[in-house]
Structures are given as C-alpha cells and as structure tokens.
C-alpha cells in the first residue's frame, strides 16, 4: 500500500526520502481509518477463505517495536513509562483490536480473531475493562526469570488482569532455551509454572526455542509430558528419559545435567 497510501505507515515513512518499510520493524499507523477498513476487508477475507473454528485471524504486532508517532495515534496512548525496558502502548493497540473485534463479532460470532501481548503490550491495559469475547491474547513470558520472587509476582499480577480483560481467553508464549549459551536448566521451576498456569486459567502454552540440547536436554521431555499432564512427577520424568534415552549411560548423563 506504500505507493498509494503512505498515511497507513508510521509518521517516519512520511519524509520524503525515506525508504518504504521493510518486512518488519514497524507497527501500521492504528488511527488511520483506512488500515481499519484494511484490516476488516482482510480478515473477512480470511474468515471465508477458512471456515474451520480452529482459524483465527491473527492481528499480533510485528515484532521490535516502530510504532507511529503521528498526533492521533499518540493521543491515543496512556502515558505509563517503560516496562522492563520497552515503551507501554497496551492501550493504543487494544483499542485498535477492540474496533476490529466488534465488528467481527457481528459478523462471524463464532469466530476468535488473536493477538500478542508482547514487549511494548505485555502490560495489560489500563483505559479497557474488557475486550469483546471473541479475542483471545498470547501472553509473553520468560519463566525462567521466576526464580526471583518479586519478577514472578509482578507477572502474575498482570496475568490474573489478562485474564480479566480478555473474558478468560488467555495462553502463555515462552522461552525455555532460546540457544542462549549459559544453562538454563530449570525442570522443578517449569513443573511449577505449568501448574500454576493450569489453576489460573490459563488455557495453553506455545515455547519458542532453538533447542540447545546440551544445556536443557530433559527439561524439554519433561514439559511436554507436563503439558499433558501437569501433576506428573518431575524426578520420575527426568529418569524415565535418562534411562529410555541413554540406557547404560544414563547414569553419567544424570550426574551431567
């Protein structure tokens, strides 16, 4: 749309010589009435074009932050400061999705369209009491912080208001290795998590990773029999994979991790 309509892209793409957006990087400019009715067009097209309930329009963020810095659309944020070290905008985005959502839930009831509350939205709205039923948020979350207790408090706080806002309709994205070098091995801290998120409510988990077996190897078995089961028996799990996957050398592999 970058040739015809400039005014749907962030303020910064409006002077002159600036190159066109690239792939991401960049959020659209969500006070233009124009990428509203792009939006709508787009998901009603999307709805048609896969019936299944299981399908949900997707209006998650683009990742690294660039949202527009137009008046409109900073009129329309909550002046909160920083989270964690990014910029809080919950509110600009949710009303956004909000006049998405109404409309869809006249015209496909059935229907979940899906968002990511995520570095500059992890923080839950403070303007919006609730969101129209039919959205359902993926809340970011890095668990292995959770060995400081005041980390963890802090996020739960925000999840049990997630809950609120989004009528129950809230699941978790992770990180449990993500490739990083130094071990984050923390099989007893997931169990804890797991279940934890089982009695809040919370209604499924999604981990990003790049698996770095050397330094998390059994956690992954464990968290996805937990996944199952999330009152399964940690220590048992971590032997069961020892011994099925290493068999005489399952002790040695034991004392390893």
Known sequence: Y??????????????????PPGSYGW??????????????????????????????????????????????????????????GFTIVTDRYLKFVKQVADVMLEEFPDRKIGLIAYSTVAVPPVTIDKLPPNVVAL??????????????????????????????NLYRYD?????????????HRLAEDIRRMRDMGIKGVYAEDI????????????????WWDPDRDVDELIDEFHN??????????????
């Open 27 to 84: 959020q659209p400019c969500t006070s233009e009435p124009g990428v509203l009715q792009v939006t709508l067009d787009w998901g009603r097209d999307f709805f048609k074009k896969n019936p299944e309930h299981w399908a949900w329009f997707s209006l998650g963020i683009n990742d690294s932050g660039g949202w527009c810095g137009c008046d409109k659309c900073r009129a329309l944020d909550v002046p909160r400061g920083q989270s964690r």
């Open 244 to 257: 099925t996957l290493f068999g005489p050398a399952a002790a040695p592999m034991a004392r390893y991790w």
């Open 2 to 19: 970058m040739g015809e309509h400039p005014e749907y892209y962030p303020k910064r793409y409006s002077v002159e010589g600036a190159a």
């Open 175 to 187: 990180y449990y290795s993500f490739s990083w070098l130094v071990p984050r091995y923390y099989p």
């Open 211 to 226: 698996p770095l077996w050397p330094t998390i190897g059994p956690s992954y078995y464990v968290v996805g029999k937990l």
């Open 139 to 168: 809340v970011t979350r890095d668990s292995f912080q959770y060995h400081d207790p005041e980390y963890l408090a802090a996020d739960l706080k925000d999840d049990k208001r997630w809950l609120e806002v989004t009528n129950g």
